[in-house]
């Protein structure tokens, strides 16, 4: 048997050793890992945050220009800080808004507009604003009841 091939004795080859790794236990082993954490995690409960406390706000609540676009498009601005309301046609929104805003430029404007009103009428008054160089332009919605 110098130099041959092995063979068994019943004349076939003999069975090399098989190197291969067996994942069946290490399978096992993470399902059970990942049962122990899913039983574990509702049971832990989260760390509480100790947050300091002030007196007031340094920043003071501002109050938007309300722009009302009504179902027979007629559009009315309305200046809550001061109290002034002005009437205006589409296209003279955005000067009326300019106007209310003379000392501070960066009020938010919001929009309100009737459930019939065209939303291209909303739009031409948005569009009108962002030109003037107004940011902080919003919608006023109504959640459903």
Request: charged content about 25%; cysteine-free; glycine content about 8%.
């Amino acid at each position: 048997m110098a130099g041959g091939s092995r063979t068994s004795m019943r004349g076939g080859r003999m069975r090399r050793s098989m190197s291969d790794i067996n994942v069946v236990p290490y399978i096992d082993v993470m399902l059970v890992l990942l049962i122990i954490f899913m039983v574990a995690a509702p049971l832990t409960t989260p760390g509480t945050i100790d947050l300091p406390s002030v007196a007031k706000s340094s920043q003071a609540k501002e109050t938007p220009i309300n722009v009302i676009v009504k179902a027979d498009k007629s559009v009315t601005v309305k200046d809550m800080k001061n109290g002034s309301e002005q009437t205006a046609s589409a296209g003279d929104v955005s000067a009326v808004v300019v106007r209310f805003q003379a000392g501070d430029g960066t009020r938010p404007v919001v929009i309100s507009g009737d459930k019939k009103v065209e939303y291209d009428a909303i739009l031409q008054i948005m569009d009108g604003l962002k030109q003037k160089g107004i940011e902080r332009v919003g919608l006023s919605v109504q959640p459903r009841t």
